[in-house]
């Protein structure tokens, strides 16, 4: 074959053209889809194809912030920025207003709030009337994850059951469900992190700030670099130090820790990334760290 | 064709529940260095609380917390590699009959089963059903490990009766394709690092066998190509493009293309694909097409090239049965088939596949685990080809109407060796 008259198409165009194809398809079979945008890496990329799969018609469908109110201030800049240039609809479902209104317990100002998503996320969805939840996550994060369907069925109060998933076969993808029952489809599931970085750089995505090495004060925590400000103050006997960083993961403010890096460009991220000895969210992440199967506890409560 | 995945393979494990089928993963995962430091530390410390040594390799893939109390796979846990060869996807299955729906699942991605069988206990019924499902699903290539030979003191002639059991079955399911390597997935021999204490065994170790295996199977097919409809897009200025991913072959502009069930003939005016405008539409890419004609064409009906697929509203299907209300006659469903919907009626069972020997019984009904032959009635046409001719056009799936539970995986025609 030559390849003068038959461009190649490499392993990052079928992971593109696959996630085109799931959100058609999950567009085309439910009535009120939304895809979960956190201003994270993958939610990016996520929008990103949703938005190509579409063109050059709009967005058929809104996007949700799922927010802790505990926030990195460059990411709500960057959510913002998105929303206004794409022209999207944006939903907040409020971890704080969720508190307000007494449905989840205060865990404090300075309390991790992680938990407290399923909640908010699981609220908006019944209050907008959502059958389907776009969502970035991938296969390689977690050893729960990597069980999950690329539509996984929720029954009417959220609930993953990953004891009786849907067989998903072939390229098939069934997205029918009863009203109050909804799905969570996740159309980058065969991505890896590399996957996502490089895809990145291919397709110039932009990016919150503080995906890239900046310096800021920080303090360790739980063997992790914690970004001292609104949401994180030291404790007695924890030292404030200032070093060049950047955040792996784009998470809850309180609980998403900081990885010492010097890299400054998608190059310097993607060679980092390619030697690293730790996983994602083992690197970054104090919410998976409190019990062997804590992201297939929050799944079973309707996490994403 | 080109074959665009060659660097990458997909693969499937396959094999009876405690035959080590994610103790091997495990293993491969390990020694290839495809954890973790953090992951490595993660298993060894659930090791250790279960009491169950040092490191179970078998938590690398056994993530839920109900895997790991009762020790066996429930559901398929998908795993990314790469090697400096090749990357692989790798569907590790469960092997319980109860969960054979799951198995199915990871299977019907694959291009090569990797079968993991206890070599002390030869092929067992369920190895058996999952390598009668692996081809029916349109696998070729197997690679079989001969598992826990360390319990055998390596006896050769344990593995060369493995090897016998094996050509026969490979034979007569049309495997093209098959490699038998002594194992021991615990101790490591054979599956990375080749064993020291086999030194009979001279071929290839699992991992050199699966950078070798010939991929692309996935991609390859014996019809024109396909683009199921998926959406209609309004362009600016007026006018629609067609948006699907292509299949079974490749579409160029100017071509003459058949929009079925329809049956309209007109040119393929122009390409777009994800990154702008085409000559070429591959196999696996996302595209939207512009047509030269105007047509009513809508999701569900499908776009083709010579030989044209049929469209049907009843034909003869295999299909492996999921659900424990068992299906009969006059059983009403629905089917999805490439993107379209429509309400399916079973017009009779024409028969049941003994894995076994391979010998088709009469049967007024098909229960949970069954393979059969069915013959369906469907309300709207669909537009299909032979499943041994293309995986797409030649796939479905039946849904209960009221659970919408996907019930049944469903090929059109049926394997040469029924």
Redesign the interface.
Known sequence: MTTSTHPQIDHLDLLESHAMFIIREVVAECERPVLLFSGGKDSAVLLHIAVKAFAPQKLPFPVMHVDTGHNFPEVIAYRDERVATLALRLEVASVQQAIDEGRVPDPGPLGMRNRLQTNALLHGISKHKFDAAFGGARRDEDKARAKERVLSFRNAFGEWDPKNQRPELWQLYQGKVNNGENLRAFPLSDWTELDIWNYIRRENVPLPSIYFAHERPVLQRDNMWLAVGEFVHPEPGEVVERHLVRFRTVGDASCTGAVRSSADTLDAIIAEVSTTNLSERGATRADDRFSETAMEDRKREGYF | ??E??S??LRFATVGSVDDGKSTLIGRLLVDTRQL????LE?VA??SA?RGVGDLDLSFV?D????E?EQGIT???????AATPTR?F?IADCPGHVQYT??M??GA??AEVALVVLDANEGLKEQTRRHLCIAALLGVRVVIVAANKMDLTQWDESVYTKVVDQVNDVAQRLGFTDTTVIPVSALKGDNVVERSYVATWYQGPTVLEALESAPAGSWASSASGARLPI??V????GGGRTY???VNGG?FTVGQQVTLMPQGITTTLKAING??GA???A?P???VDFDLADDTDAG?GDLLATAPLPTATREFEATICW?SDKPVMAGTRL?L??T?RSTPVMVRSIAGQLDVGNLTVADVTELKMNDIGLVNLMTAEPIVVDDYRDN??TG???L?DEVT???VA?GMIGHANFI
């Not at chain 2, 993530?63 to 109900?66: E, F, N, V």
């Not at chain 2, 429930?74 to 990314?80: C, K, L, Q, T």
């Not at chain 2, 897009?233 to 600016?236: A, E, H, I, T, V």
């Open positions: 064709m080109s665009p995945t660097d990458l973790f430091d953090d992951q993660a410390t659930a609380k893939t993530g839920l917390r109900a790991r429930i559901d398929v846990a998908y795993r990314y990357k996807v729906r799951n199915a699942t019907s991605t998926q959406w897009l309004r362009q600016n948006a699907g991913m490749e994800p990154r085409l000559d070429v591959l696996g890419l996302s999701r999921f629905r999805k088939h993107t995986r797409v796939s479905f799936i849904i919408n539970a996907t995986a």
